[in-house]
């Protein structure tokens, strides 16, 4: 149980264009999905959390005006890299909460198997 | 502001050997939650083990345990039998228990290498 995936795995993009980032929720509904970005040989840096329903909250640095996320189910939440330049390469890893009272425990974030994305 | 500290950037081990990964935090609050993740060369981050603030028993799934030292902010990791499929990066996080946020405070992990 308490699977999450990441649709696409890798997409290379050229600069200008938007990238579309889906993250499902398998086997669990989900209200808080979470956006980390990860450059190589770090750690996971959150960018923003998304809530079912209502606006993401984003962390401090991260332009929401780039990154727009949209979680408009409980299974579903999506980043749109808007305008990509090749700083924007990156892996981008997604996780989800379930809700309550199901098998998997809600304090717990599944990850989905991360999107590696490359902007020429 | 809570904090995670994992001080060894690299770890080795010998096949079927035991190793602990450490981990120490920061924080004012006194509920909240403890993670390992596991992050093979694939980049799949994986669930190692969870533990809970209020609970004193130490968590433990198969060959995996911890050592949670709530007083001292501590929360090891214990691989014993090692396995080359152990090999990968490890995280350790925190997750505060209010609020309705929930998001984690990861380390800055440990590389583990596992020789046969």
């Known amino acids: 149980g308490a699977v999450v995936s990441q649709h696409p795995s890798r997409v290379i993009c050229k600069s200008g264009t938007s990238v579309k980032i889906e993250c499902r929720s398998l086997d669990f509904q989900a209200t808080t999905m979470f956006w980390y970005r990860q450059f190589p040989k770090q750690s996971l840096m959150l960018m923003a959390t998304?809530?079912?329903?209502?606006?993401?909250?984003?962390e401090q640095g991260v332009e929401k005006d780039k990154f727009l996320i949209n979680h408009a189910s409980l299974t579903l939440s999506t980043l749109t890299v808007t305008s990509a330049h090749p700083e924007d390469s990156s892996f981008y890893i997604c996780s989800a909460s379930p809700v309550g009272g199901g098998a998997s425990p809600s304090d717990t974030q599944y990850f989905g198997p991360g999107t590696r994305l490359t902007v020429l | 502001a809570q904090t995670v500290t994992q001080s060894q950037p690299e770890m080795s081990v010998q096949e079927a050997e035991t190793v602990t990964l450490s981990c120490t935090y920061d924080?004012?609050?006194?509920?909240?939650?403890l993670f390992w993740y596991k992050q093979p060369p694939s980049r799949q981050m994986i669930l190692v083990i969870r533990?809970?603030?209020?609970?004193?028993q130490n968590a433990t799934e198969n060959r995996f345990s911890v050592n949670f030292q709530k007083a001292a902010k501590s929360f090891s990791l214990k691989i014993s039998d090692s396995q080359l499929g152990d090999a990968a990066m490890y995280f350790c996080?925190?997750?505060?228990?209010?609020?309705?946020?929930?998001?984690?405070?990861f380390g800055k992990g440990t590389k583990l290498s596992v020789k046969p």
């Open positions: 998304s809530n079912e329903g209502s606006k993401a909250t984003y």
């Open positions: 996080a925190y997750r505060s228990a209010g609020g309705s946020q929930g998001n984690l405070i």
């Open positions: 533990q809970e603030a209020y609970k004193q």
């Open positions: 924080t004012s609050e006194s509920d909240y939650y």
